[in-house]
């Protein structure tokens, strides 16, 4: 079992902030009303948080998609938990986006609904988010029994690295067989996640490489991953201590993914 972990650093930029009903959300179990915000236009490569700034009530900017364009499955994707209408933004991956909602909730229903907005979001079988029988419903309250990972309504599940979006050309990952930087996607029919030990990474300096090289990375035990791990081909990912990096001109080495 492969059990990795991103490594987090100045050098690489942050991920972009997602809405207050996003993965943040999930994780810190925010229930408040969310306050009016502004749309930005839809980015055509990339299921980006569509939510930035406050909406200006006078001059509203967003027109909500109709029903078939919506409908068609292009677009920001929001996948949402069926029980309670709780929602998080999807980014593109090498997985659709039905299977990376699946693979981050697989303790509930979930569904996938796309649009630049949620309130005005439809799934592919042309029903409206904010038709749906427990849209919203989180805001109220969080059921026990209403969980992504099995545990509690407020985290998601582990996934594969074959399924994370997050990871980026330069990030660090930890694994069983010690530290490697994440290289891209092999071409081909498998389009398999490829990755590089740090020892022999281009895109870190030979003082990076040595002090990453002096980081152990801690055993997990079996009894602990099987806990917290829906399936056996799911990984765990863990926060490693921050390492400050020397600016470096290698365009590989950009963020590190953080849960």
Known sequence: MLVAATLATPLLAAPAPVSAEGLFDFFFGGTQQ????????QQASSYA???????NAATPQYVPPTRSAAAGGSGPAFCVRSCDGKYFPLMRGLASPAQMCQAFCPASTTKVFFGSSIDGAY???????ADSENAFAYRKALRSDCTCNGREPVGLAPV??????SLKAGDVIATTDGLVAYTGVRLGNDQAAE??????????TAQVRARLGEMKVAPVRAETVAADTPAPAEIVRQALPDV??????????KRAGLD
């Open 195 to 204: 990755f590089t030990p740090v020892a022999s990474y281009p895109g870190l």
């Open 49 to 55: 948080d569509p939510f930035t700034g406050q909406q």
């Open 244 to 253: 400050t990096m020397p600016k470096t001109t290698a365009k590989s080495a």
């Open 123 to 129: 799934a592919q079988t042309g029903e409206r988010y």
């Open 34 to 41: 969310q306050r009016p915000q502004r749309e930005v236009p």
């Open 160 to 165: 594969d690295l074959a399924l994370d979006s």
